[in-house]
């Protein structure tokens, strides 16, 4: 689901009566692949006598009615995109990144980890240059830590050429990314939602080898960069019963829940 600040405009004021109002302000704050948010405050209107007191006033009644109302649309609109945060971040532009490039991949490989079996299944290779607009690290205290400790929240095409124009409040958060923008008409550039939705991602990055570790763990907000490798989905279980599963987005278009991409990388590098 995508919120667009349009659609809450009628909700910019609402009288209760002639003592109190609810002031809304909504800001816009689409989120591909990540989690939209309402800011939402409620503003008390002082009157110049004290607010009843005893039992559940008309006005009371009316506020409770609508905090509740606020708390479930922001429960409403909160969307997914693959949820400690990151301050790693860059306003950095480069213009003219071409869309990431993948094609039909069958094999694999698999590998012990932690105890784990891991079965690592190619569905896409996958080529993709791309700025690197944030970057987080996770913590080993888990597989999901092992197997992928950075996410890069990646953009390309008109996002990442319009990234030093438009403050889009990049960050990332349990594996999720997000963006921000304070109106709807700055996105309308790079188009709209939709553009921002298909030429951003987050990624999770698992290393082939020691070597391309080495690299990612080198790059920085801001980068330019390359990866290659392939787009996979992880199957790893222990022998007591313990499983992890992850699987790829394929489509860059998708937001939501399990639109991050997985990326098996076998190459990396810096181009600026």
Known sequence: MNCRINDYDKLI?????????VYLRTRLAHSPRSQASLSAAVYRKLPNQPAPLGGLSSWTLKVTKIIISIAMLIMIISVSGCGSVSGNTSRKSVAGIPDPVQKEASGGTSFELDGFDVKVDYQYSYD?????????????????????PRDFALAWGPVAEYNDRIDFHWRQSNRWYYWQTNTYDEINVVGGVDGVTCHSANNHLIAADDKVKKIIKSIDAGDYIRLKGYLVNINASKSDGTNFWWNSSTERSDSGDGSCEVIYVTEAEILQ
């Open 13 to 21: 004021r609402s009288p209760l009566d002639s003592d109190y109002c």
């Open 128 to 148: 993709i240059s791309a700025l690197v607009v944030s970057t987080h690290d996770y913590s080993d205290h888990d597989i999901g830590g092992k197997l992928a």
